[in-house]
């Protein structure tokens, strides 16, 4: 990082938190404060939509992903066209008749208020406590690579992001996502070309993805039944359309994206805009992975890329050693890649094959010395943080990119960052005041100004609660996973409460609200008595809910919930 | 303070005013087209290059 970096870095990212909340400086009105200004295009709703659900840690993972394993994570995506289909034909119509600003408040209207309680604590449990991991996981990350304190930038992302969202609101929220979307997409964009014109000569960019392939990199799709499998086209389809319908239809930081706009027809077409772009969009995160995967073949690189943690415990010989090995092995590598590309050209398929299974050989030689290296921190010290793939993109980032490039990129990182915690902290701030705050306070509904105060106040509190949870996550070892698995036990009940809601017209309130507390109770259950997976709990809790409403509506009178038909 | 429903029409009469498209079940035909197309490049790309 010099002076420039540091410019382009700043730059952008205070200038388009400034220039967010100096255009919102004025927002009077509950409804643009909650819901953002009326008169918002299909385009601000579609990349709104897109930056809330791209953290930081996207662009940060996703290439390491694609570098480690290959882009078959791709298949992840599968259901999520489809959820967004069905969200803009069932999910958003429903939302705007009623014209809620949260999502919980349709519970309300076709059950009662007990069970819009339960589903906008629910929201307010999961998002809460997630809402410290979007700020710590990219701080993590960048300070260590840079060596900088973490705490202090975790401390002052999480001050912008407070500073524009309390402001304005979600007005801001879509207005500086249009903005940090900008800085993405032209970062991401200078990173790949420079990828690209970096690629080793002789290879260029077709030979690279070539190599990538017969390195096993590029299997985009697995058609394959096996449930041990982690990524199949069955899983993306299943589980991505489950997972997206819960997150898009139900989750509060998004459903406040597209809830807005001047007519139904903007929010329907911000989420097909997604529906296009999302697979494409991680396909080319992915490639991003999978050509640093070849590029590191030829440059000279750590066995292990989260160096700072390498060199706290990598102090004796035999770390010396792997290093050593480490080095050989590319070198071996490097030279089976140029004997393949050669005997490519030839023209001689026997060759080509010889060639090629000699450079998946030395290839598979690289990857068992990280695994050792990786062996070797845990026998060193068990704590030791083993997982590396987050840290290859940036450190290309850093390594190989021109000064001005670096800082823009960092500008990516901390864009995504941004652009999804102001949508979380809006989201919290508006459930807090309006699921919340209101029920226990019906007489101040009235009371516009008095509104927009609490929930200013609701939106600072929830930024002050995450960085604070944040600053306390240092101290955790597996807390991103912890949230995770914290989110899927609580994700599939709450979409269980929607699709009740939305398909089951005779099932009533009360049937619905104990069915989900009984749902809940088993998935807490299962998870501390039960050893699966833990993204099967989404699949669970929403059935579990859903056959339950159906077994209590028939035990309880008709009348039971009120609204039921 | 809780808004009044939107007095808006039934959602699919409203038409998607998008060149091409008459209405949305239009629209989410084509998005539908648009997965399944990827899909298959996606199978052929997996094919070529795996």
């Given at each position: 990082m010099n002076v420039v970096d540091w410019i382009v870095l700043l730059a952008?990212?205070?200038?388009?938190a400034a220039y967010g909340a100096w255009r919102t400086r004025q927002v009077r009105s509950l409804n643009t404060y909650l819901r953002g200004n009326a008169s918002t295009g299909w385009g601000t709703i579609g990349l709104s939509v897109m930056a809330t659900q791209a953290s930081a840690i996207t662009y940060l993972s996703i290439p390491g992903q694609g570098f480690e394993s290959g882009i078959g994570f791709v298949q992840n995506y599968f259901g999520l066209p489809l959820a967004l289909i069905i969200v803009c034909a069932v999910f958003l119509p429903m939302y705007r008749r009623l014209n809620v600003y949260t999502a919980y408040q349709f519970l309300g209207e076709r059950f009662d208020e007990k069970t819009r309680l339960l589903g906008a604590g629910l929201f307010l449990l999961q998002r809460g406590l997630a809402a410290g991991v979007t700020i710590y996981a990219p701080a993590?990350?960048?300070?260590?690579?840079?060596?900088?304190?973490?705490?202090p930038v975790i401390v002052a992302t999480g001050l912008l992001v407070i500073v524009y969202t309390v402001t304005g609101g979600s007005e801001a929220v879509a207005l500086t996502h249009r903005w940090q979307m900008a800085v993405i997409a032209a970062g991401m964009l200078t990173a790949v070309t420079v990828l690209i014109v970096r690629l080793p000569d002789g290879l260029h960019f077709t030979g690279s993805v070539a190599a990538a392939g017969a390195l096993g990199k590029l299997h985009a799709v697995d058609f394959s039944l096996d449930p041990s499998r982690r990524y199949t086209v069955w899983t993306g389809l299943f589980g991505g359309l489950f997972l997206s319908l819960s997150y898009f239809g139900t989750d509060q930081s998004q459903v406040q994206r597209y809830i807005g706009g001047p007519s139904l027809r903007e929010g329907r077409l911000g989420l097909m805009f997604n529906a296009v772009l999302k697979i494409p969009m991680q396909f080319v995160i992915l490639m991003v992975g999978a050509l640093l995967f070849v590029f590191y073949q030829f440059t000279p690189h750590p066995v292990f890329f989260n160096q700072a943690e390498w060199r706290r415990h990598a102090q004796d010989s035999r770390f010396r050693a792997i290093e050593a090995e480490h080095a050989q092995a590319l070198a071996q590598s490097q030279s089976a890649i140029h004997a393949w590309v050669q005997a490519r050209a030839s023209d001689d398929a026997r060759r080509e094959a010889t060639a090629r299974?000699?450079?998946?050989?030395?290839?598979d030689r690289a990857r068992a010395v990280r695994a050792e290296a990786r062996a070797a921190l845990l026998a060193a010290d068990p704590r030791a943080k083993v997982k590396d793939s987050d840290y290859v993109f940036i450190t290309f980032i850093v390594t190989q990119l021109p000064h001005g490039a670096i800082g823009l990129l960092l500008a990516v990182m901390f864009a995504a960052a941004l652009s999804s915690k102001a949508s979380e902290l809006s989201a919290l701030g508006t459930t807090a005041t309006i699921d919340f705050w209101r029920h226990f306070r019906p007489l101040a509904a009235a009371d516009e100004a008095r509104n927009m105060r609490v929930a200013r106040r609701f939106t600072a509190l929830w930024g002050i609660f995450a960085v604070a949870f944040a600053l306390f996550a240092g101290f955790a070892e597996n807390l991103i996973e912890a949230i995770n698995i914290l989110g899927s036990i609580f994700y599939g009940v709450l979409l269980g409460l929607f699709l009740v809601a939305f398909f089951l017209r005779r099932v009533g309130g009360s049937a619905v609200f104990f069915a989900a507390i009984a749902a809940q109770t088993l998935v807490i259950v299962m998870y501390f008595s039960l050893n699966i997976g833990y993204l099967w709990y989404n699949l669970i809790g929403c059935t579990a809910c859903v056959v339950l409403s159906l077994a209590l509506q028939t035990i309880l009178p008709r009348h039971a919930g009120g609204r039921a038909s | 303070m809780t808004p009044a429903p939107r007095p808006e029409g039934p959602p699919e009469a409203e038409s998607p005013n998008v060149p091409g498209f008459d209405t949305w079940r239009a629209v989410y035909l084509f998005v539908?087209?648009?997965?399944?197309?990827?899909?298959?490049?996606?199978t052929v790309f997996t094919a070529m290059f795996a």
């Open positions: 952008t990212i205070v200038g388009i993590i990350i960048v300070s260590t690579v840079l060596g900088w304190p973490l705490d299974a000699a450079m998946v050989a030395a290839s | 539908f087209g648009w997965f399944v197309l990827i899909v298959v490049l996606l």
